[in-house]
């Protein structure tokens, strides 16, 4: 069983498009992220929720909104797609109190 | 600001090598400090992660990692090297005041075989 799940692994798109990468996390937790690791492997938070809600919101072109459903799932969404979107999209959760983090497999964004 | 600092871009050595990567982060009260693995083409994995208590921390695979709370380090360490430890690794720090983890910008260990 994944603990944490992302869809799609891949994603080639072109420019201008809008596409969605969805996460889904089997632990019980209530903390999701979502992560960019650039061509660089610098990762960079990007957004937490708490519990379904919004609690870390990073300097991110607001072309990038997640939502999240419950607090099982936390999907990204991203409008009118450029090429510095390209990267690896990582979820991650964590539970209460200290705990690490787990991360999904990641998403290969590839914009063209 | 809260941060994390790894020294070493890229490391090489050879089988059998030891190894110490380092790691400081900035003071910003009670921390728990991770260190993660991500071999090519994988999802990050923990190694070993610190919380409290001694701290000399053992992980998976042989590695180890010290916190030196008056250095604000925690170097990880691993005594001998296999080709099969080739991976990215990062260090990365929670604050007790703030729900995110920070990560490091990475430490790329080659091993020649």
């Known amino acids: 069983d994944t603990a944490v799940s992302q869809t799609p692994k891949y994603l080639v798109t072109q420019m201008g498009n809008d596409k969605s990468i969805k996460c889904e996390q089997n632990?019980?937790?209530?903390?999701m992220y979502w992560y960019k690791q650039d061509s660089k492997k610098f990762l960079k938070i990007m957004f937490s929720?708490?519990?379904?809600?919004?609690?870390i919101n990073e300097t991110v072109p607001n072309r990038f909104s997640p939502k999240s459903p419950d607090k099982a799932h936390l999907n990204l969404h991203i409008n009118s797609l450029e090429l510095g979107d390209s990267a690896v999209y990582f979820c991650?959760?964590?539970?209460?109190?200290?705990?690490?983090?787990?991360f999904g497999q990641g998403t290969r964004l590839t914009v063209v | 600001a809260q941060s994390v600092s790894q020294h070493n871009h890229h490391v090489i050595l050879s089988e059998a090598a030891s190894l110490e990567l380092g790691c400081n982060y900035s003071?910003?009260?009670?921390?728990?400090l991770f260190w993660y693995v991500q071999y090519p083409g994988q999802h990050l994995q923990l190694l070993l992660k610190?919380?409290?208590?001694?701290?000399l921390v053992k992980g998976i695979k042989g590695f180890e990692a010290e916190f030196i709370k008056s250095k604000f380090s925690f170097n990880l360490r691993k005594p001998s090297v296999q080709w099969s430890d080739t991976a990215e690794y990062f260090c990365?720090?929670?604050?007790?005041?703030?729900?995110?983890?920070?990560f490091g910008s990475g430490t790329r260990l080659s091993i020649r075989p």
């Open positions: 929720y708490n519990n379904k809600e919004l609690i």
């Open positions: 610190y919380f409290s208590g001694d701290p």
């Open positions: 632990l019980g937790h209530d903390t």
């Open positions: 990365a720090v929670r604050y007790s005041s703030a729900s995110k983890i920070i």
């Open positions: 003071y910003g009260g009670t921390v728990n």
């Open positions: 991650a959760s964590t539970g209460a109190g200290n705990t690490e983090a787990f």
